[in-house]
C-alpha cells in the first residue's frame, strides 16, 4: 500500500486504522457439531471500538471458505455476520474471488450485499486493460458499462467515459492558431475557445510544425498548454523545434508548457484514455495538443479510436478546453477520406498536402471545413522556414487562386 501512496502506518499510529490478519490453518482445525463465527464477531467487535470505525474491510472471504468445511454453516454465519454489520450502522467492503459460472466463488455474496462491483484483467492483442463494472447497485441509479481503471503509484482511477453528455457550454471567444495568416483565413480571429481542431496531412508537410505555433502562441497569452507525443520524446520535440525557431524550453521552465510522451503500444486504448485524463486533471491546461492521434491506430481499430476520441473530446470540451489534434494521411484521393471516421468529431479541419511542380516538392494548406464561422476556400501555399510556416501571399505564390 505504500507503493500506491497510502501511509497506513501514520493512519495506524492516529489511532484511525486497525489492520488484524485473521490466520485460518486448516491443518489445525477440528469440526464437531455445530460452530460459528462468534469467535470473528468478537474480533471485530474490538477493532471498531478500538477506533471508533465506520467502514470494515473483509479481504478476502474465501480465507473462511478455504479453512472451514462445512458450507452450510458458513453460509449462515456469513448472513449473520453481514446483518451484525448492518444493524452497527457500518459500511463494509468484502472482496473476493471470481467463479467459473458466478460472480463469486460460492455465489453467495453477490445475492446478500447492497452493491456488487466486478474487476478484472484482461489482455488483448499483447495490450492489457483493467476494467470496472458496477453489476447492482440497490436503491441507486448507476452506469452499467464497462469502465477502465489504472493502478498506479497515485493509487486507483477511474474514468467513467460512457457518462459524458452533449451539454457542455459554447464559447464564442477565440484564440490564435500562432500564424495571423491562418487566422485571416479563420474568419480573421482564429479557433474558437474549447473547439477541437484537426490538422491533417501527408508525411513531411509540416503538421507538427502548425501545431508547434499554437503551442507558442498559448505559452505567449500566459496560458498553460499540454502537449502529447505519441512519436517523439521530449528533448527530440525541442530540438527539432528549436531548429524552426521555437524556445520550448523557456516554456517549460516557466511551467506554461509540458510534455507527456508515451509510446501507444505501452497500454490499451481505454488505459491511454485514463492516463491522458489524469495528466489533464493535475496540470490543468487552457489548451491540450495530441500529436499525432493517428498512430493510436496501431492499438485499436478505427472504430476504437473514434469511441475514445469521442470521451476524450467531451472531456475536453466539458472544460472549455481547446483542442489540437495531428494526424497522418495518405496522399491522393485518401487524403480527405482516411480521416472521415473522427473528421465529424471536429469543429475544424485544416489540411496540408504536397505536389511536385518541375522537381520541387511545393506544400499547399487549406481549411476545410470550420464550424460556426466564415473560412476561406481557398489553398495557400506555404514554405517551411528557420522561423516557423510561411505562408506566402498571393503575390509571392504564382499559383495563387487569389491572385
Request: proline share 2%; net charge negative; hydrophobic share 40%.
Amino acid at each position: 500500500m505504500v507503493s500506491l501512496g497510502f501511509d497506513l502506518p501514520g493512519l495506524i499510529d492516529q489511532g484511525r486504522l486497525v489492520i488484524d490478519y485473521v490466520h485460518i490453518e486448516r491443518s489445525e482445525i477440528e469440526e464437531t457439531g455445530e460452530y460459528d463465527l462468534e469467535g470473528l464477531f468478537v474480533r471485530l467487535d474490538h477493532a471498531v471500538r478500538t477506533v471508533g470505525a465506520k467502514r470494515v474491510v473483509l479481504d478476502t472471504i474465501e480465507s473462511l471458505f478455504g479453512g472451514l468445511q462445512n458450507e452450510t454453516i458458513l453460509r449462515a454465519e456469513l448472513r449473520r455476520l453481514l446483518r451484525w454489520l448492518r444493524d452497527r450502522e457500518l459500511t463494509v467492503l468484502i472482496t473476493g474471488e471470481r467463479g467459473e459460472s458466478t460472480l463469486t466463488r460460492h455465489g453467495l455474496e453477490e445475492y446478500v450485499t447492497d452493491a456488487v462491483i466486478q474487476i478484472d484483467h484482461r489482455v488483448y492483442e499483447q495490450i492489457s486493460t483493467r476494467r470496472l463494472r458496477v453489476v447492482k447497485y440497490r436503491g441507486s441509479y448507476h452506469g452499467t458499462n464497462e469502465y477502465p481503471f489504472l493502478i498506479d503509484a497515485a493509487g486507483l482511477s477511474v474514468l467513467p467515459v460512457t457518462s459524458l453528455m452533449l451539454q457542455h457550454e459554447a464559447s464564442s471567444e477565440r484564440v490564435s492558431s500562432g500564424l495571423e495568416s491562418l487566422d485571416a483565413m479563420l474568419g480573421g480571429r482564429g479557433y474558437y475557445r474549447g473547439s477541437s481542431v484537426l490538422i491533417s496531412g501527408t508525411a513531411g508537410t509540416g503538421k507538427t510544425t502548425l501545431a508547434a505555433h499554437f503551442a507558442e502562441a498559448v505559452c505567449q497569452r500566459a496560458q498553460r498548454c499540454l502537449f502529447f507525443l505519441f512519436e517523439e520524446s521530449p528533448q527530440q520535440m525541442v530540438r527539432n523545434m528549436g531548429s524552426a525557431g521555437f524556445d520550448f524550453v523557456r516554456c517549460t521552465e516557466a511551467g506554461l508548457l509540458r510534455f507527456h510522451a508515451d509510446r501507444p503500444t505501452r497500454y490499451g486504448l481505454e488505459t491511454h484514455l485514463v492516463v491522458m485524463y489524469r495528466a489533464i486533471e493535475q496540470f490543468r491546461p487552457d489548451c491540450v495538443v495530441i500529436d499525432p492521434m493517428s498512430n493510436l491506430l496501431t492499438v485499436g481499430t478505427q472504430i476504437d479510436v473514434r469511441a475514445m476520441l469521442t470521451r476524450l473530446i467531451d472531456f475536453l470540451k466539458s472544460r472549455n478546453i481547446t483542442a489540437l489534434f495531428t494526424s497522418l494521411t495518405r496522399g491522393g484521393v485518401e487524403l480527405e477520406t482516411t480521416t472521415a471516421m473522427i473528421s465529424s468529431l471536429m469543429d475544424t479541419w485544416v489540411l496540408m498536402t504536397t505536389e511536385e511542380v518541375d522537381r520541387t516538392r511545393h506544400r499547399w494548406l487549406y481549411v476545410l471545413k470550420s464550424r460556426g464561422m466564415a473560412h476561406s476556400d481557398h489553398m495557400r501555399e506555404f514554405r517551411l522556414t528557420d522561423r516557423g510556416i510561411d505562408i506566402l501571399s498571393p503575390k509571392q505564390a504564382p499559383n495563387d487562386p487569389d491572385k
